[in-house]
Nanobody, 121 residues
Framework: QLQASGGGLVQAGGSLRLSCAAS????????MGWFRQAPGKERDLVAG????????YYADSVKGRFTISRDNAKNTVYLQMNSLRPEDTAVYYC????????????????WGQGTQVTVSS
């Protein structure tokens, strides 16, 4: 089970930190990721991280602004979002990796409930 939190309303240029608490025995050995879905659009992979937290992936649209990290002792994955833009407005979902890969949408096998992020201009 994945429980995301930390969303909210923020002005453009602001920051938010999303958290995702995971339950289950496979968290510390699985890749994790964050997706987002804007109204009328597909759900897209935003960032991914390998099981140890050493290597990461970012979509071009968020590179340099978002940072994914994880704390395996707390079974939690984070998404630090800086320099937010109105186009970042979406429901954000954390996702569990099905294996060691984390750079494609096909690398994930289940998602938690989302948390709404709204960026005003």
């Amino acid at each position: 089970q994945l429980q995301a939190s930390g969303g909210g309303l923020v002005q453009a240029g602001g920051s938010l930190r999303l958290s995702c608490a995971a339950s289950g025995r496979t968290f510390s050995t699985s890749a994790m990721g964050w997706f987002r879905q804007a109204p009328g659009k597909e759900r897209d992979l935003v960032a991914g991280i390998n099981w140890s937290g050493v290597t990461t992936y970012y979509a071009d649209s968020v590179k340099g602004r978002f940072t994914i990290s994880r704390d395996n002792a707390k079974n939690t994955v984070y998404l630090q979002m800086n320099s937010l833009r109105p186009e970042d407005t979406a429901v954000y979902y954390c996702a569990h990796g099905s294996g060691y890969r984390y750079t494609s949408s096909y690398d994930y096998d289940y998602w938690g409930q989302g948390t709404q992020v709204t960026v005003s201009s």
